[in-house]
């Protein structure tokens, strides 16, 4: 799974890059869905990636406002310094979170805990979910591939950003239209680039690349 990760990164600069976090603890109430850690395997695993990335510094680290991505962050960043890369944690971005969350979170929660987490991101996706509640999936994928653009804009080396899995799905089901039916869920560590040459921007999925020009 992590040499996937490295095998998919392309070498572009800038790059920028939208990740899931390290694995995470099990949730077992969706209640409590943005209180759950990173395991001991998921440090390792966010602390090996890191020390494999190395060859992309200088690196910028952003996460999202969840511990979880914050922890994946630090362990990525302290893997890159301790292997004589240089990388800066520059802390949290709002968009890495849940900014398509319109509602409240607890009818949210129990709307997913009613219908199972990938029934409701299928509805939502499909435009089924009240627009009061949770972003249609258009102005949802607006706000992910923002933070990417805006990033490649600014020419930095490569960014990195600690995210969750439906932030990557909202992607990969707008721009790739790729549906997680088909392709499954993200993994742990998966992760899509962005980066531009001239006024193209290219965005990558393992095997899936894509372009579009601004």
Not at 170 to 176: A, D, G, Q, S, V
């Amino acid at each position: 799974m992590i040499n996937d990760t490295i095998k998919f990164i392309p070498n572009h600069k800038p790059l920028s890059i939208i990740m899931r976090h390290a694995e995470r603890e099990s949730i077992i109430d969706m209640k409590n869905a943005l209180s759950a850690l990173l395991t001991p395997q998921g440090k390792i695993d966010a602390y090996t990636l890191g020390s494999q990335l190395t060859h992309l510094a200088p690196v910028i680290l952003y996460n999202s406002p969840v511990e979880r991505c914050h922890q994946t962050a630090d362990q990525i960043y302290h893997a890159i310094i301790d292997n004589s890369g240089d990388c800066k944690l520059n802390g949290t971005i709002f968009d890495l979170g849940g900014p398509y969350v319109k509602g409240d979170w607890s009818e949210l929660m129990q709307i997913i805990q009613k219908t199972g987490m990938y029934e409701f991101t299928r509805q939502w996706f499909n435009g089924h979910i009240s627009s009061d509640l949770i972003m249609p999936l258009p102005e949802a994928a607006l706000t992910q591939i923002n933070v990417l653009l805006k990033q490649l804009n600014e020419n930095i080396n490569c960014t990195i950003n600690i995210s969750h899995d439906w932030n990557l799905m909202i992607l990969l089901e707008y721009y790739f239209k790729l549906k997680h039916e088909d392709i499954g869920i993200p993994s742990f560590l998966d992760s899509i680039s962005a980066y531009k040459m001239n006024d193209t921007i290219y965005l990558n999925y393992h095997h899936h690349n894509l372009k579009f020009t601004l």
